[in-house]
């Protein structure tokens, strides 16, 4: 059975499939997304990445966005990025958006190092264990501090670390993400572009009662059929 098949199935069986992290990148137009979204069954959530050296950096630009693709048969979400966002943009105008999310790939360590965790020169691990205790850190930070609904990119690790997931996702530090996104009524991101958060991760989480989304995170006009999320669904 396709993945295509397996939507429509999983559809029958009363799920939504939402994509709730689209992009338009790669000159992908929202008409060819929508085609994209007829041929699949996907709905899908369009995100702007809005924050420090972002194309939206204050409230006019956020708002044009909003009134540029508020016409469109898709929820339209703001990606916040980094850790300033909060200061860049006001709550009213946050609250236009169908929904918020963020990850915590962008954060400054200890030593006062920022770093964007997808980008391999900007990554500083002194000790790979204290590392992922500040990672988690960061994480709880931002689920109970910032105004979102969703977490995205859960779980990533940068390249380097990439090859012991398994080893340092511990029990312990899974429970710590599970626990924050439940107690602020959260959803963690199954994400099909980086194939996170793992299967041990998920049925800990929804064993604990975390709710989900499915996002893709498309780097470029290739939006894909969710395969990932679909098989862990199963």
Known sequence: MSTIEKIADL?????EI???????????????????SDSTGIKY???????????????????????????????LAMQAEGREWVDMFSS?????????????MTWTDNKGRRMRLWMPDEVFIDDKQDFMDQLVD???YVMTNEPIDLYVNSTFLPEALQPEYDLLWTSERMDRVIQAAV????AIEINARYMIPSATFIKRAKAAGVKFSLGTNNPDRELGTLDYSIQMIE
């Open 11 to 15: 559809k029958s069986q009363g799920y």
């Open 45 to 75: 959530g369009v995100a702007f990445n809005a924050g420090l050296g972002f194309p939206i950096t204050n409230d006019s630009t956020l708002i044009a966005t909003l009134e540029q693709n508020q016409d469109y048969p898709v929820y």
């Open 183 to 186: 107690e602020n009524d959260i």
């Open 18 to 36: 939402v994509d709730y992290h689209g992009h338009l990148k790669g000159g992908l137009t929202m008409e060819e997304l929508l085609v994209h």
């Open 138 to 140: 960061q994480i709880v």
């Open 92 to 104: 009213e105008n946050i609250a236009l958006f169908d929904y918020v999310f963020t990850d915590a």
